[in-house]
């Protein structure tokens, strides 16, 4: 008789030979002390290093564990759709694979879901060190304002939500949106619940400026689609630079008094171009969602795949 699973955990994972065993490890021990019925699915975004063979020797080592291998390397978004498409549990946890130490963190996300009380749980936490706190304050409060309160905070890739919402988000097909947003837009009960003590693993960090940028756009486009992207990231460094060659010119004696008219309508005709090729791409960014979204491409292939048959 097929076993109901009690959690599906979906893990995101890209060239993480050097971790994944370990961190597989933790989650094995941690779920196996809260039952049987469990499943792992890890989603390898098309890595380049070994982490499909070590994900393939510990699949065969249990039978918890499940892979989904991606054609080509999509995303975290992709990945973690594809695993929620694949996830059969009442209860489905996403998950990072650089975190360490989370055993009291998925606690404190799963207990609002499994009580009931709510179908949406999304860990949020403060990082570290006086610096990336009070950028990563500034940041977040940018992304509240500009959002109209859709994210709220820092918000970690750990989360929980019920199959019902699983079922839901599953019926969306574009990738413009973030997880995030498609759950808002859902409408179901979301709660954030804050992480005091999480802790990654000393590797290159994935949230780099690159990938704070996306978000921005993402967050104003509902988009992460890269056409136009070149276009805006032109217009930021010349924004910059503006001011800064400006203070430059002046310090060597190139800017003075005589010549401070030519100096403000250059300066004026400079800023124009900068603004008009930010809102050039992002006209390219947003013409290229609409036509990627109308063209219904399916949102990933796999190219390997190792489900458990005794799942439901």
């Known amino acids: 008789m097929k076993r109901r699973m009690e959690f599906s955990i979906v893990v995101a994972t890209y060239n993480s030979e050097g971790h994944i065993e370990d961190f597989a490890h933790e989650l094995l021990y941690i779920f196996q002390r809260k039952g049987p019925k469990f499943e792992i699915i890890f989603v390898n975004d098309s890595s380049s290093d070994n982490t499909q063979k070590v994900l393939e020797e510990l699949s065969r080592k249990y039978t918890q564990i499940n892979i989904l291998e ?9 990945a973690f759709s594809a695993g929620i498409d694949h996830a059969t549990g009442r209860f489905v946890i996403l998950l990072d694979d650089d975190m360490e130490n989370f055993e009291e963190s998925i606690d404190k996300v799963i207990h609002p879901i499994t009580q009931g009380n709510y179908d949406i749980a999304i860990g949020s936490s403060s990082p570290s060190g006086s610096t990336r706190l009070i950028t990563s304050k500034f940041f977040w409060k940018l992304m509240s304002r500009i959002s109209n309160q859709v994210v709220k905070g820092r918000e970690l890739t750990l989360r929980c939500f019920s199959q019902e919402v699983a079922s839901s988000y599953k019926l969306y097909k574009e990738r413009s949106r973030s997880i995030t947003e498609i759950m808002l837009d859902l409408g179901y009960r979301r709660i954030y619940v804050e992480i005091n003590r999480v ?25 992460r689609q890269n056409s136009g992207i070149g276009l805006m990231y032109f217009s930021f460094i010349s924004l910059i630079l503006l001011p800064t060659t400006s203070i430059i010119l002046y310090l060597v004696g190139a800017i003075t008094f005589e010549n401070r008219v030519a100096v403000v309508l ?7 171009f900068s603004c008009t090729v930010f809102l050039f791409g992002l006209v390219l960014f947003i013409i290229a969602i609409l036509l990627r979204e109308s063209q219904q491409r399916p949102l990933y292939h796999l190219k390997n795949m190792k489900i458990d048959d005794n799942t439901l």
């Open 199 to 223: 802790s990654f693993r000393n590797i290159k960090s994935r949230h780099n400026f690159h990938k704070r940028f996306r978000l921005f756009l993402q967050i104003l486009t509902t988009s």
């Open 70 to 78: 991606l054609t080509r390397n999509s995303g975290q978004q992709i």
């Open 266 to 272: 250059g300066g004026m005709i400079w800023f124009s």
